[in-house]
Protein backbone atom coordinates (compact mmCIF):
# COMPACT_ATOMS: atom_id res chain seq x y z
CA UNK A 1 0.00 0.00 0.00
CA UNK A 2 2.88 2.41 0.97
CA UNK A 3 4.92 2.03 -2.71
CA UNK A 4 1.28 2.42 -4.42
CA UNK A 5 0.74 5.68 -2.50
CA UNK A 6 4.45 6.75 -3.37
CA UNK A 7 3.48 5.48 -6.84
CA UNK A 8 0.42 7.44 -7.01
CA UNK A 9 -0.58 10.88 -8.19
CA UNK A 10 -3.02 13.76 -7.61
CA UNK A 11 -4.33 15.88 -10.30
CA UNK A 12 -5.78 19.18 -10.53
CA UNK A 13 -7.96 20.80 -12.86
CA UNK A 14 -8.62 24.41 -13.14
CA UNK A 15 -11.12 25.43 -15.33
CA UNK A 16 -11.58 29.21 -15.78
CA UNK A 17 -14.64 30.05 -17.75
CA UNK A 18 -16.63 33.04 -18.95
CA UNK A 19 -19.48 33.21 -21.35
CA UNK A 20 -23.14 34.45 -21.87
CA UNK A 21 -24.20 31.33 -19.52
CA UNK A 22 -21.46 30.70 -17.12
CA UNK A 23 -18.94 32.66 -15.66
CA UNK A 24 -16.94 30.58 -12.85
CA UNK A 25 -13.69 29.37 -11.79
CA UNK A 26 -14.19 25.03 -11.53
CA UNK A 27 -11.07 23.03 -9.74
CA UNK A 28 -11.14 19.53 -9.74
CA UNK A 29 -8.90 17.20 -7.64
CA UNK A 30 -8.04 13.71 -8.14
CA UNK A 31 -6.52 11.44 -5.94
CA UNK A 32 -5.36 7.72 -5.55
CA UNK A 33 -6.36 6.57 -8.70
CA UNK A 34 -9.84 8.18 -8.89
CA UNK A 35 -10.59 6.85 -5.78
CA UNK A 36 -10.83 10.27 -3.89
CA UNK A 37 -12.51 13.50 -5.72
CA UNK A 38 -12.99 16.79 -5.03
CA UNK A 39 -14.73 19.37 -6.42
CA UNK A 40 -14.88 23.60 -6.51
CA UNK A 41 -17.07 25.68 -8.18
CA UNK A 42 -17.24 29.61 -7.43
CA UNK A 43 -17.99 32.72 -9.33
CA UNK A 44 -15.84 35.67 -10.45
CA UNK A 45 -14.82 37.48 -7.66
CA UNK A 46 -16.80 41.04 -8.26
CA UNK A 47 -15.24 43.53 -6.57
CA UNK A 48 -16.14 46.70 -3.95
CA UNK A 49 -19.68 46.10 -3.03
CA UNK A 50 -19.65 48.41 -0.06
CA UNK A 51 -15.97 50.29 0.82
CA UNK A 52 -13.30 47.37 0.58
CA UNK A 53 -15.74 44.55 0.82
CA UNK A 54 -16.38 42.31 -1.48
CA UNK A 55 -19.23 40.59 -2.67
CA UNK A 56 -21.03 37.49 -1.08
CA UNK A 57 -18.61 34.47 -2.92
CA UNK A 58 -20.78 31.57 -3.22
CA UNK A 59 -18.89 28.05 -3.14
CA UNK A 60 -20.31 24.57 -4.24
CA UNK A 61 -18.16 21.97 -3.33
CA UNK A 62 -18.36 18.24 -3.12
CA UNK A 63 -16.34 14.92 -2.47
CA UNK A 64 -16.43 11.66 -3.89
CA UNK A 65 -15.05 8.60 -2.34
CA UNK A 66 -15.14 5.58 -4.71
CA UNK A 67 -17.97 7.42 -6.79
CA UNK A 68 -20.23 7.71 -3.78
CA UNK A 69 -20.90 11.31 -3.12
CA UNK A 70 -19.74 11.58 1.12
CA UNK A 71 -19.60 15.64 0.94
CA UNK A 72 -21.77 18.30 -0.25
CA UNK A 73 -21.37 21.98 0.86
CA UNK A 74 -22.75 25.07 -0.43
CA UNK A 75 -21.88 28.36 1.27
CA UNK A 76 -21.54 32.09 0.95
CA UNK A 77 -18.12 33.63 2.08
CA UNK A 78 -18.08 37.71 2.30
CA UNK A 79 -13.84 38.87 1.97
CA UNK A 80 -12.93 42.16 2.38
CA UNK A 81 -9.76 43.81 0.99
CA UNK A 82 -7.70 43.60 4.37
CA UNK A 83 -8.46 39.94 4.78
CA UNK A 84 -6.68 39.37 0.80
CA UNK A 85 -3.95 41.78 2.07
CA UNK A 86 -3.32 39.35 4.90
CA UNK A 87 -3.43 36.40 2.72
CA UNK A 88 -0.80 37.63 0.49
CA UNK A 89 1.45 38.25 2.69
CA UNK A 90 1.12 35.01 4.68
CA UNK A 91 1.77 33.52 0.88
CA UNK A 92 4.86 35.78 0.53
CA UNK A 93 6.04 35.01 4.22
CA UNK A 94 6.09 31.25 3.36
CA UNK A 95 7.21 31.44 0.14
CA UNK A 96 10.20 33.07 1.43
CA UNK A 97 10.90 30.67 4.22
CA UNK A 98 10.05 27.70 1.93
CA UNK A 99 11.70 28.72 -1.62
CA UNK A 100 13.79 26.03 -2.11
CA UNK A 101 10.88 23.40 -1.19
CA UNK A 102 8.16 25.13 -3.48
CA UNK A 103 10.76 25.20 -6.03
CA UNK A 104 11.91 21.00 -5.97
CA UNK A 105 7.24 20.40 -5.97
CA UNK A 106 7.34 22.96 -9.28
CA UNK A 107 9.84 20.97 -10.80
CA UNK A 108 8.56 17.98 -10.30
CA UNK A 109 5.00 18.95 -11.31
CA UNK A 110 3.74 17.67 -15.05
CA UNK A 111 1.36 19.87 -17.02
CA UNK A 112 -0.59 17.22 -19.18
CA UNK A 113 -3.07 19.63 -21.14
CA UNK A 114 -3.66 23.20 -21.44
CA UNK A 115 -6.73 24.20 -23.77
CA UNK A 116 -7.06 28.03 -24.16
CA UNK A 117 -9.59 28.92 -26.39
CA UNK A 118 -11.22 33.14 -27.19
CA UNK A 119 -13.87 33.83 -29.00
CA UNK A 120 -13.68 37.48 -29.18
CA UNK A 121 -15.26 40.46 -31.51
CA UNK A 122 -15.56 44.12 -30.84
CA UNK A 123 -18.76 45.31 -33.07
CA UNK A 124 -15.72 46.68 -36.14
CA UNK A 125 -13.62 44.23 -38.38
CA UNK A 126 -10.47 46.35 -38.26
CA UNK A 127 -10.54 46.47 -34.59
CA UNK A 128 -11.70 42.86 -34.05
CA UNK A 129 -8.75 42.02 -36.41
CA UNK A 130 -6.57 43.80 -34.56
CA UNK A 131 -7.57 42.75 -31.38
CA UNK A 132 -7.62 39.19 -32.66
CA UNK A 133 -3.74 39.40 -33.60
CA UNK A 134 -2.82 41.03 -29.58
CA UNK A 135 -5.15 38.24 -28.46
CA UNK A 136 -2.44 35.55 -30.31
CA UNK A 137 0.86 37.31 -29.13
CA UNK A 138 -0.43 37.23 -25.52
CA UNK A 139 -1.40 33.65 -25.61
CA UNK A 140 1.78 32.65 -27.19
CA UNK A 141 4.35 34.81 -24.95
CA UNK A 142 2.45 33.20 -22.05
CA UNK A 143 2.72 29.69 -23.05
CA UNK A 144 6.17 30.28 -24.45
CA UNK A 145 7.39 31.12 -20.95
CA UNK A 146 4.98 28.52 -18.90
CA UNK A 147 7.23 25.92 -21.14
CA UNK A 148 10.29 27.28 -19.84
CA UNK A 149 9.14 27.34 -15.92
CA UNK A 150 7.12 23.99 -16.15
CA UNK A 151 6.91 20.45 -18.44
CA UNK A 152 3.78 21.30 -20.80
CA UNK A 153 2.89 17.32 -22.78
CA UNK A 154 -0.59 18.81 -25.11
CA UNK A 155 -0.99 22.45 -25.30
CA UNK A 156 -4.23 23.80 -27.34
CA UNK A 157 -4.35 27.40 -28.22
CA UNK A 158 -6.63 28.99 -30.22
CA UNK A 159 -8.52 32.55 -31.08
CA UNK A 160 -11.44 33.20 -33.20
CA UNK A 161 -12.74 36.53 -34.28
CA UNK A 162 -16.48 37.41 -34.33
CA UNK A 163 -17.26 40.00 -36.80
CA UNK A 164 -20.92 39.56 -36.16
CA UNK A 165 -20.87 42.19 -32.86
CA UNK A 166 -19.80 42.41 -29.72
CA UNK A 167 -18.41 39.20 -27.81
CA UNK A 168 -15.84 37.71 -25.73
CA UNK A 169 -16.26 34.71 -24.85
CA UNK A 170 -12.70 32.18 -23.05
CA UNK A 171 -11.90 28.86 -21.49
CA UNK A 172 -8.87 28.19 -19.93
CA UNK A 173 -8.40 24.56 -19.44
CA UNK A 174 -5.06 23.63 -17.22
CA UNK A 175 -4.76 19.56 -15.88
CA UNK A 176 -1.34 19.27 -13.48
CA UNK A 177 -0.35 15.97 -12.22
CA UNK A 178 2.50 15.12 -9.45
CA UNK A 179 3.05 11.83 -7.74
CA UNK A 180 2.66 11.37 -3.90
CA UNK A 181 6.23 10.60 -3.51
CA UNK A 182 7.52 14.36 -4.12
CA UNK A 183 4.49 15.71 -2.22
CA UNK A 184 5.89 13.60 1.32
CA UNK A 185 9.34 14.34 0.22
CA UNK A 186 8.26 18.08 0.63
CA UNK A 187 6.52 17.96 3.58
CA UNK A 188 9.35 15.66 5.17
CA UNK A 189 11.68 18.56 4.15
CA UNK A 190 9.22 20.96 5.76
CA UNK A 191 8.94 19.25 8.77
CA UNK A 192 12.85 19.02 9.21
CA UNK A 193 12.91 22.75 8.42
CA UNK A 194 10.88 23.67 11.63
CA UNK A 195 12.33 20.99 13.85
CA UNK A 196 15.86 23.05 13.25
CA UNK A 197 13.57 26.19 13.77
CA UNK A 198 14.89 27.66 10.12
Avoid at 70 to 89: A, G, H, P, T, V
Avoid at 105 to 134: L, P, Y
Amino acid sequence: MFVLLLFSEISIGILVLKNNQREEIVINTRAFYGLLKYRMELPFLQIFKKGNALNDLQVNSDIEVSNQEMIKDQKEKNFSLDEIQKIYRRVRIIYKRYRSIIIYVHRRTVFDEIKWETEIGTGDAAATAVTTGFFWMLKSNVITFMGRKVELKEVAVNVVPCYQGEKFNTSFNCIFTLKFGYIIIAALKMLYRKIKGW
